[in-house]
């Protein structure tokens, strides 16, 4: 049986500012991304920046990153089209990844590379680093790609970074260097993932916050595409004919990583705030702002996104949030250990699924919840 891959050929057509292509494992995201990075530099030897979350993950991702190109097929050729035409060996040199040409008919396994013949292909940098990288150099950019975008389980070990958006939006403009007024070919941004929760720092930046459609959709002012891919017979094949699907059968991971489908977050305890409600304190946490209001008749707590214009008192839970008319909140902030206790006690409402989810994760975490 012959599953849809991912449409890499539309997809680059569109030559979207950035590009989010959530689909579900096999189906040609990474395959399709490395193969365009070749493609790019064999055509104008232009550079691929290959962007991850920790720096500590540079060294797993760069070992072996073209292998899958050069895997032999049946008949003992590449599997890539494009690899086909020029063999390469590679090998990463602190933050920049090298190439050199291997002769055709010469055997890769037996060639030696030559002192002095190594050319950059592309490089590899992490998120949490963005600011150390401020002052190096990057040439000749043409596309960049954070693989493993979004996180299927964020928890206490593996989640997003504080103000990651903001993280990527500097390694962009670090590594490119773009400049308004000198004409050149804009870079593309590309981010790769299996459908996971919409609460996630993208699709808070472009505002996405219920499910979004399958195959392709234009947020952001038409600058970031998204597309998710939809493949009922892969689905069916994954669920039923691997040990994965079968032990997932009906559960949140099947809808995620079998169905590709992104799942919204709990929808208990959403309410507006009733019209009774007076502002009682606002928060920021990771560059999101909370409003809190207080209906003393109802006895309901509400949260919302939006602090009013020159309302205090507003707390700032990070020195990164930190900012003028804002308070730095100590950990044993008496008002906002009262607002997780009202939590407990069932009396506050959220005003979205994700402000709810947000709020639970990034602020009542950081007073002790569990």
């Known amino acids: 049986m012959t599953f849809k891959r991912v449409p890499w050929d539309k997809i680059l057509s569109y030559d979207a500012d950035v590009t989010m292509i959530a689909d579900s494992r096999g189906r040609g995201k990474t395959f399709g991304m490395r193969e365009q990075f070749l493609r790019d530099y064999n055509k104008n030897h232009n550079c691929f920046v290959q962007i991850v979350r920790h720096e500590s993950r540079i060294r797993q991702i760069a070992n072996g990153y073209f292998d899958a190109l050069y895997k032999f097929n049946a008949q003992g050729e590449a599997t890539s089209k494009v690899a086909r035409k020029q063999s390469y060996i590679f090998k990463r040199q602190g933050h920049d990844y090298l190439c050199q040409k291997v002769p055709k008919d010469i055997d890769i396994n037996s060639w030696k590379p030559k002192k002095g013949e190594w050319d950059r292909i592309g490089y590899f940098v992490s998120l949490s680093k963005a600011q150390d990288y401020k002052e190096m150099t990057f040439a000749n950019i043409r596309r960049l790609c954070l693989d493993e975008a979004l996180i299927q389980n964020p928890n206490g070990h593996h989640n997003y970074l504080p103000l ?33 929760s919409i609460v996630n720092p993208y699709f808070q930046h472009y505002g996405i916050t219920s499910i979004p459609p399958s195959d392709f959709s234009w947020w952001g002012n038409k600058t970031f595409l998204l597309y998710v891919g939809n493949d009922a017979e892969y689905a069916s094949a994954k669920a039923t004919q691997t040990v994965a699907g079968r032990m997932s059968a009906h559960t949140i991971t099947a809808k995620m990583a079998n169905e590709n489908q992104f799942v919204t977050a709990r929808t208990g305890l959403i309410a507006k705030k009733t019209a009774a409600a007076r502002f009682s304190f606002g928060m920021i946490c990771n560059g999101q702002k909370y409003g809190v209001w207080l209906d003393l008749h109802e006895g309901l707590y509400f949260v919302n996104g939006k602090v009013p214009e020159h309302s205090e008192p507003v707390y700032a839970l990070t020195t990164a949030d930190n900012g003028l008319n804002y308070i730095v909140a100590k950990r044993s902030q008496s008002i906002i250990q009262n607002l997780v206790e009202m939590y407990s006690l069932g009396l506050v409402r959220f005003s979205t699924p994700v402000i709810r989810e947000k709020c639970e994760n990034e602020v009542f975490k950081l007073y002790g919840l569990r």
């Open 164 to 196: 990651e958006f903001e993280q990527l939006i500097s390694i962009v403009d670090t590594c490119t260097r773009e400049q308004p007024d000198i004409k050149q070919h804009k870079p593309n941004v590309y981010l790769l993932s299996n459908a996971c």
